[in-house]
């Protein structure tokens, strides 16, 4: 990480927007299993991809936000359903990231579009449902 002085404060300020983001958006805990949560690993692969494309191409801000997530899910690890929803989620952030970074749109666009979509987030009881719903949030579904 050190190898990219540049990208790092812009990646710990995507971290505390995601959260903020989070926080404001939904009544529920962004630490949780449900949408919040989705929302918030989304969040944090779009906006790390945002803030660094300042400083660098697009394509190295989608391979570095994909480098930290990774990295971060491997170091902190948890339940193997969480651990899949949650590179689930990076990954759709980064997508979204890269189809509307084509737009002049601005963050909080980015942000507005991305909190639509947790409409449509699909609740899962079984990670061998995930590819069942590549383009969609999903999380955690109380049964």
């Not at 491997?74 to 970074?101: T, Y």
């Not at 990670?127 to 069942?132: A, D």
Request: hydrophobic residues 40%; glycine residues 4%.
């Amino acid at each position: 990480m050190l190898s990219k002085p540049l990208l790092l404060v812009p990646t710990v300020w995507a971290t505390v927007e995601s959260i903020l983001f989070s926080e404001l958006n939904f009544m529920e805990s962004h630490g949780g299993r449900g949408v919040a949560n989705a929302f918030r690993h989304a969040a944090w692969n779009l906006l790390i991809a945002k803030n660094c494309a300042v400083f660098t191409s697009k394509e190295k801000a989608v391979a570095w936000a994909k480098f930290i997530t990774d990295l971060h899910e491997e170091v902190f690890p948890n339940e193997p359903f969480d651990h899949e929803m949650d590179l689930h989620n990076n990954h759709l952030g980064r997508e979204i990231f890269i189809e509307l970074s084509t737009k002049n749109i601005s963050k909080k666009e980015m942000i507005a579009i991305l909190n639509e979509k947790t409409k449509t987030a699909r609740g899962l009881t079984d990670e061998r449902e995930f590819g069942n719903y590549p383009h969609e949030l999903v999380y955690f579904k109380e049964t």
